[in-house]
């Protein structure tokens, strides 16, 4: 079965850096989303990417964060100037189609660490 | 959006079925019901989705009440890989065009018991 990709699996930092996430969605999908997981927390939506724009945003992507496809594979995520609360496990999801009856597949998540 | 209400944990003896319940009350009539499951912090993994009817893949079957407001996922046979948090979910349809994206609550913690 077709799989998402995310690299790299863990990511440490210092404070105030900025980190770029990866992913490769499936192929043959336009739709795309990032959520993360705080430790022992929910997972939480932060943005969703469609058309090379972004369709819908939560409280938590404030202008700290960005997203890009920079090519027709690839799909990142730009933490600027991270703090010690951005740690989290950071999960890029895909879907063929926008639609309610269409399920998302998540990659296995890299795992950010800001110290 | 639709909540929902699942209990925190459940224990469950390996090969026997699993039978995870969840309520939906306020579900509308154009909202599906999902299921994921996270294994200790790995992705989180398609299950299986419906609307009205009761739906059944390889991994699991979903019965979904007729007045729509509850639904149980059903692990067959259940095995020690099958030890993970499970999400009920319904999904929000968005008239507004936006993505309709899934959001996770806090699920159950299914522990499949040798």
């Known amino acids: 079965e077709p799989e998402v990709t995310q690299t790299p699996s863990h990511q440490v930092t210092q404070m105030g850096q900025e980190v770029i996430l990866r992913c490769v969605p499936i192929?043959?999908?336009?739709?795309f989303y990032w959520y993360r997981q705080i430790l022992g927390q929910k997972v939480e939506f932060l943005v969703s990417f469609y058309n090379n724009e972004i369709s819908e945003k939560s409280e938590i992507f404030d202008d700290q964060f960005s997203v890009e496809r920079p090519d027709g594979s690839n799909f990142t995520l730009k933490i600027r100037s991270t703090k010690l609360e951005d740690s989290a496990m950071y999960f890029c999801?895909?879907?063929?189609?926008?639609?309610?009856?269409?399920?998302?597949?998540f990659g296995s998540g890299t795992q950010l660490s800001v110290l | 959006d639709a909540k929902t209400t699942q209990p925190p944990s459940m224990d469950c003896a390996e090969g026997r079925a699993a039978n995870l319940p969840c309520n939906h009350s306020?579900?509308?009539?154009?909202?599906?019901v999902y299921w994921y499951r996270q294994i200790h912090s790995q992705g989180p993994q398609y299950i299986i989705h419906?609307?009205?009817n009761n739906e059944t893949n390889e991994m699991a079957s979903l019965i979904i009440t007729e007045d729509r407001k509850s639904s149980t996922l059903i692990l067959p046979h259940a095995t020690l890989r099958d030890t993970a948090v499970y999400y009920c979910?319904?999904?929000?349809?968005?008239?507004?065009?936006?993505?309709?994206?899934?959001?996770f609550g806090t699920g159950t913690l299914l522990a499949v018991q040798p």
């Open positions: 419906g609307l009205k």
């Open positions: 306020t579900i509308s009539g154009n909202e599906y």
């Open positions: 979910i319904v999904r929000n349809f968005n008239y507004g065009g936006a993505t309709n994206k899934l959001i």
């Open positions: 999801a895909s879907s063929a189609q926008g639609s309610t009856n269409e399920k998302l597949f």
């Open positions: 192929s043959n999908h336009l739709y």
